[in-house]
């Protein structure tokens, strides 16, 4: 049973975390929140934007606010299967026999860099199904276990499309979150600068071990979701679905495929941890509005119209919520646009 102690702990460990981050993260508030909030949940990550705006940055320094072992890999064309998950090798033993050794790859770490993810073919990328979803990898027919906690964060850029191959559905709906990187605005800028030239070293310091980030994820878990609230986050992801009974009259205009189950499995584990964030008990409708952008954002397939009308995936989730908030009689403004969503499209105003 959770107490009004267990809580206040929590936050106090979520603030001790932000506050290290914040030492050599400038801005970046909801990526930041977003990665954190995911990372506790258990789920992996996707940070999409342009080059320079921090997203390698950010990775580094959870390693070292986390206090985890961290990898890196670089993701490129002529990276293999094996230069991800390792291989077995020939040795010699002193008696001159040669026996099989596994020689672990770079995905045995707690957190994982997988940068610039959509530049490795999808057979390479293929090698991170298992370890994203079960946290094991097999080799040669034998499966052996990931360092728990255990978590992918990936980046990639959305411009730059040469020389890149699509990720797989199978591995988008794996990503807890798809978290949009947005460039820093002026006063943002100004201190990057300032700070860089002062020195480029990261000063963040530890402020949770792997031990402590279980035991949060605990915490977490127990946090109790009304009968009507999680019957409202499963309308929200069924309501992606255009051929679904819940079926939004968004996504039978805008969408080809909607959200998996997963779906609804990361949007209630993240408001769980939404919810403690704020020192509450208990899942709010708001936890959920704010996080179905990220957690549906790359979960649909949009048709041709959508295309053709250059509607966004973010742009349909707000009016899945809309509609479905409407139903719940929740109001007409339960879906505000993200930040970097509503400058796209409708200019800085």
């Known amino acids: 049973m959770i107490t009004e102690q267990d809580i206040q702990q929590f936050s106090k460990q979520c603030e001790r975390i932000f506050t290290q981050i914040r030492r050599d993260v400038i801005g970046q508030q909801e990526v930041v929140e977003g990665t954190v909030i995911a990372m506790i949940a258990g789920g992996n990550v996707l940070l999409e934007g342009v080059p320079g705006v921090g997203k390698t940055r950010l990775v580094r320094t959870l390693g ?17 299967p094996a230069d991800v998950t390792g291989t077995n090798i020939i040795v010699k033993d002193d008696s001159g026999n040669s026996t099989f050794s596994f020689q672990p790859g770079p995905i045995f770490s707690n957190i994982i860099l997988a940068d610039e993810i959509n530049r490795a073919t999808p057979k390479t990328q293929s090698a991170l199904l298992e370890a994203m979803q079960e946290h094991t990898v097999t080799v040669m027919g034998v499966s052996r276990k990931m360092p728990e906690p255990f978590f992918v964060l990936a980046t990639q850029n959305p411009v730059e499309q040469d020389g890149t191959y699509p ?3 199978a591995q ?61 986050a499963m309308t929200l992801c069924s309501a992606t679905h255009p051929d679904s009974e819940c079926a939004s009259e968004a996504a039978k205009k805008y969408v080809r495929l909607g959200a998996s189950p997963r779906a609804g499995q990361s949007l209630i584990s993240a408001a769980k941890v939404k919810a403690l964030m704020k020192g509450r008990f208990n899942v709010s409708f708001s936890d959920l509005n704010e996080l179905a952008y990220p957690v549906l954002r790359h979960r649909m397939k949009m048709n041709f ?45």
């Open 64 to 80: 070292r606010v986390f206090d985890l072992p961290f990898s890196r890999i670089q993701f490129t064309p002529d990276l293999m």
């Open 167 to 169: 990720l797989p559905e």
């Open 172 to 232: 988008m709906d794996r990503f807890m979150f798809k978290l949009v990187v947005p460039n820093p605005s002026l006063e943002e800028l100004m201190t990057i600068v300032d700070m860089t030239q002062q020195t480029m070293e990261e000063v963040a310091e530890p402020a949770c071990t792997g031990e402590e980030l279980l035991a949060m994820r605990a915490t977490a878990n127990q946090i109790p979701v009304a009968q009507d609230v999680m019957r409202y």
């Open 305 to 349: 119209e959508a295309i053709a009308e250059r509607v966004s995936p973010d742009e349909v989730v707000s009016m899945i919520i809309s509609e479905v908030g409407k139903s719940f009689g929740l109001g007409k403004d339960t879906a505000p646009l993200p930040v970097q969503e509503k400058k796209k499209r409708f200019g800085k105003k």
